[in-house]
């Protein structure tokens, strides 16, 4: 299936696992809305993604800023007057132990990862009913379904937002909006090279790898729920 005549808003849309899934939806027909905070990168995918012949619109936003992340919103529906899936992939992962976590990375982790996507899914949902439908992806973590001892700032975000995707899936079907959190094991990305420098990123998961799912999920039918989808990594079917 295609996303032709699709709008899709994509957050952290810049680099890694935001822009693979930017750019899979607009092969696949649709016209994106990408945020970000470095304008650089927001800018350089949305050259590809009018390379492919779609429309892009970049909106500087940094998503720690509820205000910000309200007047996203604003600026997807009057770009392209609809947004039809909306991406809450933007995250960050910075790791303490317990004693040494700072109230401030914390918050700033709640902000981006949890409160962002209900913010965007807020200020979206009476639109996505009233157009009849619409489709939530959630990118959550392998972390959001087992914690390890040095991430346990990082994992209660992703455990909250597996918790809120859930219940968004249960609210939707009477109103056809998929809601499905996707939970990736390790990506080379940016995010997972930062905090596992010793790792060859030819050993793990692609960005492109989550792109085809996300794809795959949003272009499933209404009949069909996919609440959550897990993507482990198998070590041995690398290199
Ligand atoms: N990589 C992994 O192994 C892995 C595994 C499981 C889940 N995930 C999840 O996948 C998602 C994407 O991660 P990634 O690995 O692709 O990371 P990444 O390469 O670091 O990309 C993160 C994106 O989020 C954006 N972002 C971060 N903070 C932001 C803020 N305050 N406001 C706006 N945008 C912000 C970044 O843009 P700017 O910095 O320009 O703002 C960037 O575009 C995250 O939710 C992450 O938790 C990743």
């Known amino acids: ?14 680099r890694g696992i935001g822009r693979a899934c930017a750019l899979a939806f607009a092969e696949a027909g649709a016209d994106i809305v990408v945020a970000a905070r470095t304008e650089e990168q927001l800018a350089d995918v949305c050259g590809d993604i009018e390379a492919l012949g779609r429309r892009c619109h970049a909106v500087p936003t940094d998503l720690a800023d509820g205000g910000q992340v309200q007047r996203l919103a604003d ?15 933007a995250g960050v992962a910075i790791h303490h132990p317990v004693p040494d976590i700072p ?15 209900f913010l965007l899914t807020r200020a979206l949902w009476t639109h996505m009913v009233e157009r009849g439908g619409g489709c939530i992806l959630n990118v959550a973590s392998v972390s959001g379904k087992r914690a390890g001892a040095g991430n346990a700032t990082y994992s209660a975000s992703k455990y909250a937002i597996i918790g809120f995707t859930e219940s968004l899936s249960k609210a939707g079907r009477e109103v056809n909006i998929r809601a499905c959190a996707v939970c990736p094991g390790p990506v080379a990305t940016v995010m997972r090279a930062g905090n596992n420098p010793s790792e060859n990123p030819a050993d793990i998961l692609t960005p492109e790898d989550l792109a085809e799912l996300a794809l795959f999920v949003a272009t499933r039918p209404p009949r069909v729920v996919l609440q959550e989808v897990v993507m ?8």
């Open 232 to 239: 482990e990594l198998n070590p041995s079917g690398t290199g």
């Open 1 to 14: 299936m295609r996303l032709d005549e699709k709008v899709a808003l994509v957050t952290g849309a810049g």
């Open 75 to 89: 600026e997807a529906l009057a770009a392209f007057g609809c947004v039809d899936i909306l991406v809450n992939n």
């Open 103 to 117: 109230t401030d990375v914390w918050d700033l982790t709640m902000a981006v990862n949890v409160r962002a996507p």
